[in-house]
């Protein structure tokens, strides 16, 4: 996420992973290209585009914020980098699908 930008709650997770990829190589699209990173859960998606038998990108994301955290499962959970662009997407629900609060 570029620095200074709020970050989009709007966003797909498509979208919002290659906010993060784009964060991780500071901005520098080339870096993202060049990226060797291939343990990365996000690895396969970082250009933002559909990717042949895609998998749901909520788990991805989820499996990205547990690397993050060295796999402890709180702390996905009680996670305050609310900067992150992956952090509205770390409990791995899909948020489009949740209805409405009364």
Known sequence: MKKGAPRQLTWLPRRAIREHCLWCC??????IEACA???CPLHRFRFGEAVPGEEDLHAVIRRKCLDCVMGLRSEVESCTSVDCSLWVFRLAKNLRLKPPSP
């Open 26 to 31: 500071e901005d520098r699209e080339q870096e």
């Open 37 to 39: 990173s291939e343990r």
